[in-house]
C-alpha cells in the first residue's frame, strides 16, 4: 500500500472502533501528513521507518520552534499509528514505541472574573442586529451557564433546545452524552432565539425551498452550522465591545471561567467534573490550583500584612 492508504486505513479504524470525534481524526491526519512528507523528504517510506528516523523527526520538528504540547501530539499520532500498524501485521515492531515525548510545561488555564464575564454578555446583547444579538445572546448565555465547548455549542441540535427544557443533553468527545442544567437567562435566551430562528428557517423553506436546519445555529457552512472559528471571531468582537482584553478571551476560556466560579461558590469538584464532561477528575482539579493563585492574590492584594 502507498502511505496515504495506510494513514487513511488507520483513521477509518480509529473512527469504526473507538468512535473518534470528526476533530481528532482531522488533528491525526494532519500530524501524520507532516509526518510522512517529512520521510518522503528523506525518500523514506512510511512503513520502512525506524526509531532513528522519528527520532530525527522530533528534532527538527522542536528546531523550527513547535511548542512541547504540539510535539508530544505529534509523537503520539505517530506512535499510535505505529501500533496499529503491528496489530494489522503490516509491521513487526513499533519503532516509536521506545520514544519519550516532550514534558509538557503545567501552566494554569487562563480563565475570567465574574465581572469580564458580566461585560462579554453585555457585549454580546449588544452587538449586531437585531437577529444577530439574539443569537449572540443564546450561544453566550449557554457556554457561560453549561461549559460546554465550543464544538458542542455550535453542533447543538435544534432538538435538544425544544419544549423549554431544564437540562440540556450535551453529545461530547468521543460521542459520550452528559446532561448539565440551564440556568432561567439560559432557558430565557433560548426561547427568544427559537423564536426568531424558527420564522427565518420557514421563510427560507417557503421561498427557495431550503430544507430546514437540524442545527440550533444554522448556517451556510459546509457543516451547516455556525464554525467554531466565526464564533472564536464573535467573542473576540464582545472583548473589545464590553472592554475586555480580548487577548485573554476565547471560547475555551468561559469554559474554564464556568468551572473557576462554581468551584469559587462551593461546588462540589465531583459535580464540576460531570458537568465538564471530563473522563479523569485529575483533569478537574486544575481549577483548585486556579481557585488557590486567586485566594493568594486576594490575600497579598488586600490583608494589612501582606506589605511585610
Known sequence: MKDARYIATFLEAQAAELDAATNTQLAYARDL??????CSTRKRALMDVVQGDVESYLVSLEASGLAPATRARRLSAIRQLYRFAF?????TDNPAARISGPKRAKRLPKTLS???VDALLNAARETGRKTDRIRNTCMMELLYATGMRVSELVSLPVAAARGNPQMLLVRGKGG????VPLSPPARAAIIDWLGVRDASEDTARIQSGTPVSKFLFPSRSKAGHMTRHRFYLMIKEFAAAGCVSPAKV???TLRHAFATHLLARGADLRAIQT???????GTTEIYTHVLEERLKTLVLDHHPMAND
Do not use: I, S
Not at 87 to 91: C, I, N
Not at 275 to 281: E, I, K, P, S, T
Open 250 to 252: 476565547t471560547p475555551h
Open 33 to 38: 501528513n507532516d509526518f510522512t512528507g517529512w
Open 275 to 281: 458537568l465538564l464532561g471530563h473522563a479523569d477528575v
Open 87 to 91: 496489530e494489522e501485521g503490516w509491521r
Open 176 to 179: 459520550k452524552e452528559r446532561m
Open 114 to 116: 465574574e465581572a469580564d
